[in-house]
């Protein structure tokens, strides 16, 4: 038999080959970047999208739940909206489409991703991460614009830099490198939002370096409509000494994947990851993580929350890897979740790889309900049951956004939570 | 934090060429031509002297298994395995089954006198053993001897080879054998249904508390052959019983299979216990040689308020594949697996069980202890799951793995699975959280934190261990001594 054979496609595996197929004279790239484009394209026609038969597609088989791809309307407009913070140098790209406006703080350098693809600069970076890297394959192929940011070595920035995705239908494919020199200083904030309820797929892809003794803060707020489809991937590799301290609020869209793909590559590397999923209505969130601790003496702290009201299904997939010298790496895992109803569904995965044998790793996963004696406590001080309940969900995932250490961002991400909790408990 | 010295001498003491069951005993055999065919199948049938029906079931497994694929998901890598170049069948010349002691080959009495089991009654009564336990003798393809069978059945519990089983209580298999792992169920599930030559089978009617421990010991001898033991154990309503496999093999270069089946259902109220010290031959040191142990082992809590326990003491094996799982039907049942899994040299071992939640009010515990030194890989695999009307499901896992030396990997993969907002999961892979209760009374005690975690986690473990009729209780026991210093997640 042949095995080679391509599969019968999906209405979305189509809808995303012709997609690529109408637009082919019209993408921008080089020689380089558009061989690049075949081949992701290639590749998605012959084996299709991921299904449950792919490890790392386990919980989410993309194959079946991506049901119709919208088509791009080039028409299509959507606002810049407010920052989350004020203060913050938004830069916005609405409907894929890259808006320079604002000017960027000193030490930061900004350059249009359209024009890495034209001169073939971007070309490497649209490598996948591997055979089951479906995310890097579609945006890969079908990628048209995003940023470009580096950071100068130095640079301390007093207000985060937000990097503002809007979209009001169709389809986008963006892409952000960015590159934080030595002892930089900042906090990104990465948010994607809809402007209506129709229907949008977008794909995304943040590749990050952190250079030495850099110390940065990465936020991903996800609040798309209830009918979108969000392919998400961020790349961080961290040089010695590096810090980063990412944190992913996933509240909204129909069908969201969140990966985080990342390795130390440096000595007192610290990677810290705190994600919070609010889960409700008919939604599917996966968030799929891993991280290699390629060299000695590095750490990572993860800690996931979620919520799950509702019919939604929500998965988190963590894998830690510990590369053979990797000695005295300490690296801890945490999954919580409060299911709090019959219909919804969790499954996690914590999964440990290790190959040195003097390190510290753990891992902990617990799925639960509200704890009873703390909303008996609650009500025998004569607060109502719902209130109560609402006063515990908040409690629970509020815990991890105070680590933040900047007040404003600490209360705009609470009050992202609270509105959601309220449309939601 | 590294491995303490203790912990290192005692993995040290089990490792690949220290193996001590490597002898081979030569017997006139006989045997089914080499290869897999329906011929084959039919071949196996008639020496077991089986009714249509059986043939039938077994042609039925053979023809699906030719459709389906090897699975290839386990952290585990072996060369194809060529089936069409086994043998499927070898039993001691002129054994057709089980008989009285005094017809076995005096050379087949003497395998077992030399690995310290005791099958002459006389002997265990004699006060050799502390306590009674029933033997069942599974020598390559056949039971030779299954003792105390008389002394059980007046206390009503069936305790014989499966071969005779089929053909004592047709009715019995009928109603229960593939009832939990079904013939489709999985590659070699299905290759076993099909090609499954003993193992024992065991009913304890209702209400029956099986006086004696029961224990089935697996020896292959000959070259080039599959073991395909397949195992029954049904516990009737308020029954309780207590069962161990062993298992051994000579010290050859090429790999054999050994792919079993077993099969626990406990009605209401019933339990049962089953614990395995697995210790075929892990190959050498170079990693040639060993059996690729390929196992579906699954019990069923089919009755309210029922309770199934695996205990596992992983050693051998060149490859192993096995995951003892608990299906909790029954409102109230509990599921139990205890594992301790030490590879050595070029082992693979991808181990773990699943705790499938499908009544109200279940339970289950895991607690899994994985070492892997030399250049071997130890994989703990589990799945937990609460189905939609599991309501107040809870589970407890535990997971640790220690590592001695850099060229081994210790990986853990669970998958939860929660559909109920009343399900209660906790994984654990820290040390601190078991029982503080338990704790803080040990630690009352003046007895400190680590010996405490030590005492209370190999506790389960301990008490089942202890009874193990094997020499290798002993070895068991410096394993469960173990220190949890130094193990991680």
Redesign the interface.
């Known amino acids: 038999m042949n095995m080679q054979q391509a599969i019968k496609m999906t209405a979305a595996e189509t809808a995303l080959v012709d997609a690529y197929t109408a637009q082919i004279g019209d993408l921008p790239g080089d020689g380089a970047v558009l061989s690049v484009r075949d081949t992701l394209v290639h590749e998605l026609k012959t084996a299709g999208l991921p299904t449950r038969r792919v490890e790392s597609w386990h919980y989410t088989d993309l194959r079946t739940l991506l049901r119709a791809v919208p088509a791009a309307d080039p028409s299509a407009f959507a606002e810049r909206v407010e920052a989350l913070v004020s203060g913050a140098t938004v830069f916005s790209v609405r409907n894929g489409h890259a808006d320079f406006k604002g000017n960027a703080p000193e030490g930061v350098t900004i350059r249009s991703y359209t024009d890495s693809l034209l001169d073939g600069s971007a070309a490497a970076g649209l490598a996948v991460l591997g055979t089951d890297d479906a995310i890097g394959r579609i945006n890969g192929g079908l990628v048209r614009g995003g940023l470009e940011l580096s950071i100068a070595d130095g640079t301390e920035l007093e207000d985060p830099l937000e990097i503002q995705l809007v979209q009001s239908l169709g389809q986008a494919h963006t892409r952000f490198p960015v590159s934080f020199g030595a002892n930089t200083k900042a906090t990104v904030i990465e948010r994607h939002l809809s402007t209506n309820a129709a229907e949008s797929l977008i794909s995304s892809v943040s590749d990050i370096t952190v250079g030495e003794g850099a110390d940065i803060t990465w936020i991903i707020l996800q609040q798309q409509g209830a009918a979108d489809t969000h392919l998400g991937q961020i790349r961080f590799d961290l040089a010695a000494d590096a810090k980063l301290h990412l944190f992913i609020i996933n509240a909204g869209g129909k069908l969201v994947r969140q990966e985080i793909h990342g390795k130390t590559s440096g000595e007192g590397a610290d990677f810290k990851l705190r994600g919070i999923n609010l889960l409700g209505g008919e939604s599917h969130t996966d968030v799929t993580f891993t991280l290699g601790h390629n060299v000695p003496h590095t750490t990572s702290t993860e800690v996931i929350r979620n919520v799950v009201f509702d019919r939604a299904k929500g998965v988190f997939q963590g894998k830690i890897l510990v590369a053979k010298d990797a000695q005295k790496t300490d690296a801890k895992m945490a999954c919580n979740t409060l299911l709090l109803s019959d219909d919804a569904d969790l499954s996690a995965k914590p999964e440990l790889e290790i190959f040195a044998d003097d390190v510290q790793c753990g891992h902990g996963a617990t799925v639960a309900d509200i704890d009873h004696t703390q909303l008996f406590y609650l009500m025998a001080r004569g607060i109502p049951e719902n209130k109560a309940r609402a006063m515990l969900v908040n409690a629970f995932v509020a815990e991890i956004v105070e680590e933040l250490d900047d007040e404003p961002l600490v209360e705009a991400l609470e009050s992202v939570i609270s509105t959601w909790l309220d449309k939601h408990a | ?3 303490v010295q203790e912990t290192i001498d005692q993995v040290r003491q089990i490792d690949v060429d220290q193996y001590k069951y490597g002898f081979e005993t030569t017997i006139e055999v006989e045997k089914a031509p080499k290869g897999l065919s329906e011929d084959i199948i039919r071949f196996i049938s008639a020496k077991k002297n089986e009714p249509e029906w059986m043939l039938e079931w077994r042609l039925d497994a053979y023809r699906r298994w030719l459709t389906m694929e090897e699975p290839t ?1 386990a952290r585990v890598n072996y060369p194809k395995i060529d089936f069409n170049d086994l043998y499927y069948y070898a039993a001691p010349k002129g054994t057709t089954g089980p008989k009285s002691l005094d017809e076995v080959d005096p050379e087949i009495l003497k395998v077992y006198e030399k690995l310290g089991i005791p099958l002459k009654e006389q002997e265990m009564l004699a006060g050799v053993q502390k306590s009674k336990i029933a033997v069942d003798a599974v020598f390559d393809s056949v039971s030779v001897v299954t003792t105390f069978k008389e002394e059980l059945k007046k206390a009503g519990v069936i305790f014989m080879s499966i071969s005779e089983a089929i053909r004592e209580h047709p009715d019995l298999i009928k109603k229960y054998l593939g009832t939990v792992v079904p013939t489709t169920d999985n590659y070699y599930a299905t290759l076993n249904s099909a090609v499954f030559t003993d193992g024992s089978f065991v009913f304890v009617p209702k209400g029956v508390r099986c006086p004696m421990e029961l224990s089935t010991y697996f020896r292959i001898n000959e070259k080039n052959t599959g073991q395909f033991e397949r195992t029954l154990i049904i516990a009737e309503d308020n029954a309780y019983v207590s069962y161990l496999e062993g298992c051994t093999a000579p010290q050859r270069d090429e790999n054999q299979l050994h792919a079993a089946v077993v099969e626990l259902i406990a009605l209401d109220d019933a339990e049962i216990k089953y614990s395995t010290v697995q210790n075929w031959y892990p190959g050498d040191k170079d990693g040639k040689g060993g059996i690729y142990n390929f196992v579906t082992k699954r019990g069923d809590c089919r009755g309210k308020n029922s309770k199934i326990s695996w205990t596992q003491v992983e050693t051998g094996s060149a490859i192993t594949w096995k995951y003892p799982s608990c299906i909790l039907r029954g409102d109230g049942s509990r599921g139990e697996f205890y594992s301790i899994a030490v590879s050595n040299g070029h082992q693979q071992i991808d181990s773990g069980t699943k705790m499938i939640h499908l009544g109200k009010n279940t339970s289950s515990r895991i607690v899994s202890k994985g070492i892997a030194a030399g250049v071997s890989e130890n994989t703990y695999r589990g799945q937990v799951s609460a189905h ?1 009307k599991a309501e107040n499901a809870r589970n407890f896992t535990q997971c640790d ?1 220690l ?28 040390t601190s ?1 078991i029982s503080e209760d338990q704790l803080f009374y040990c630690l009352q005690r003046g007895i400190p934190t680590e010996a405490a975690i030590a005492l209370i986690v190999n506790g389960f473990v301990k008490e089942v261990i202890q009874e193990l009729p094997m020499e290798f209780a002993v070895e068991a026991q410096k394993l469960i001594g173990i220190s949890l210093e130094g193990s ?2």
Not at chain 2, 414 to 424: G, M, R, V, W
């Open positions: 934090m590294p491995a998901w939609r793995s590592l001695i030396g850099d060229k081994c990997g210790a990986h853990t993969v669970p998958y939860i699975e929660a559909k109920n907002s009343t399900a209660q999961f906790e994984h654990e892979a820290t959280k991680v997640g």
